[in-house]
């Protein structure tokens, strides 16, 4: 079967949340079908991986974004009734393409990654013919639509609002209302809708009790990949304990979330571990992250080759997010590397089976910070979690498991 796969960032190297589970989408699916990847790519340097998407795809087009003017593109988006997100993402030259292969291939599954580029496909002249007067035409005269949207952006936006200050927190509450009732569109036409955990499809069901075809295709981890020891590669020297986040750290969530960290939560572990070090690795640090750098007990690494090494030396992985939706990469790769694991109950709600027993769980500084001390003072306890947490992700978490729902999909 021929599949049209659209994502809004060119899915390598799969080095963060979003490029991580779309990959592995195309990873697997290209051992069954023949792929054909329409993508956009936010940094020029990402162009370089063209060759390493061609092992999956037989067709790619890579179009570009340019995040600070299209930013400004996108303002314009409400004025149409468009998310923001809609104009961000969209690039003519990759529209043309899409265009181009809808009328020269039959495809049988057209799947979207990331809600906005549904754009793609409502923009495009074979939709109408798909959907004459509004009418569903049979699967049979047109391919299987299938939307991953991994968990629910609007809502992430109306999180958003509510902690940032005047005029932003009205600009992202009317994001959250355009890109839900955009959401709603995606649902009543597209055939599947694709979410990342019960939590999520649950959230989806409150916000629009009329939803549709709705799966839960939970991610996985390469868990053989980060059970990996590899003695070459360097080691920050180890002078005292150490705590570790790792993410794309332009986020504005990380960002948030490591700041909260550093300003009440880890000035309480210091009170009992003067010495301790927290490192925050990960690329593009925000410039408020890059000031955290000038405690000399934190380290700001920016981008790093391989993220092992880091989790190797860490006696416990923080990741104190009060901003998330869906299933946290950074947790099941956290657990993937045997390491005790502090968080909070926001980056834990999209993982939909018991971890109690692998990760501690805290939603206060103080909280959160005895939690930490509890683990360095008790490292047979420590060591405990962190076996219960690579079992944990090995049962659940598993790519190949997980991605037959998506086939699934396509199939059924």
């Known amino acids: ?41 936010d940094n020029p340097d990402d162009y370089q991986y063209e060759k390493d998407l061609q092992k999956y795809c037989t067709k790619i087009c890579l179009a570009s974004i340019h995040p600070r003017t299209d930013r400004i593109k996108s303002l ?22 899409i265009k181009q ?72 509450r009317l994001e959250y209302k355009f890109l839900l009732a955009y959401e709603k569109k995606i649902n009543r036409t597209f055939d599947r809708s694709v979410f990342i955990s019960r939590q999520e499809a649950e959230l989806f ?45 332009d986020y504005y969530a ?15 572990i210091r009170m009992c571990y003067s010495n301790a070090r927290f490192y925050i690795v990960g690329s593009k640090p925000h410039p408020k992250v890059k000031d955290l750098g000038k405690n000399p007990h934190v380290h700001v690494t920016g981008f790093v080759e391989d993220i092992r090494p880091y989790y190797e030396m860490a006696d416990i992985s923080v990741i104190p997010l009060r901003i998330a939706r869906g299933v946290q990469n950074k947790v099941l790769e956290a657990m993937s590397m045997g390491k005790a694991i502090v968080t909070t109950p926001t980056a834990v709600q999209g993982i939909s089976f018991d971890c109690s027993n692998a990760v501690q769980v805290a939603d206060t500084p103080s909280d959160f910070a005895e939690s930490v001390l ?4 008790n490292e047979t306890i420590r060591q405990k979690y962190g076996n219960n947490a690579r079992g944990f992700v090995k049962k659940y978490y598993d790519w190949q498991q997980n991605m037959q729902h998506l086939e699934e999909c396509i199939r059924g």
């Open 1 to 41: 079967m021929k599949i049209l796969y659209i994502a809004h960032r060119i899915p390598y190297p799969p080095n963060k949340g979003d490029k991580i589970r779309s990959f592995n989408e195309i990873k697997y699916l290209s051992e069954f079908h023949e792929i054909h990847l329409a993508a956009l790519v």
């Open 76 to 97: 314009l988006s409400p004025i149409c009734g468009k998310p923001l997100s809609v104009g961000y993402f969209y690039s003519g030259t990759l529209q043309k393409k």
């Open 101 to 172: 292969w809808l009328s020269q291939y039959s495809y049988g599954a057209v799947i979207c990654f990331s809600s906005p580029v549904a754009e793609y496909l409502f923009a495009s002249p074979v939709w109408k013919s798909w959907f004459p007067d509004g009418r569903r035409k049979t699967k049979k005269q047109r391919p299987k639509l299938i939307m991953d949207f991994c968990d629910l952006d609007s809502d992430k936006w109306r999180q958003y609002s509510d902690k940032s200050l005047f005029p932003f927190n009205l600009l992202y």
């Open 205 to 249: 069901y409150t916000l629009y009790p009329k939803a549709r075809s709705v799966c839960i295709i939970p991610n996985g981890v390469d868990h053989d990949y980060f059970l990996f020891r590899n003695s070459d590669l360097p080691v920050p020297e180890k002078k005292g304990p150490i705590l570790l986040f790792t993410g794309a750290m």
């Open 254 to 268: 990380n960002a948030d979330g490591v700041c909260w960290f550093c300003e009440e939560i880890f000035p309480l």
């Open 374 to 377: 509890f683990f360095l003072e």
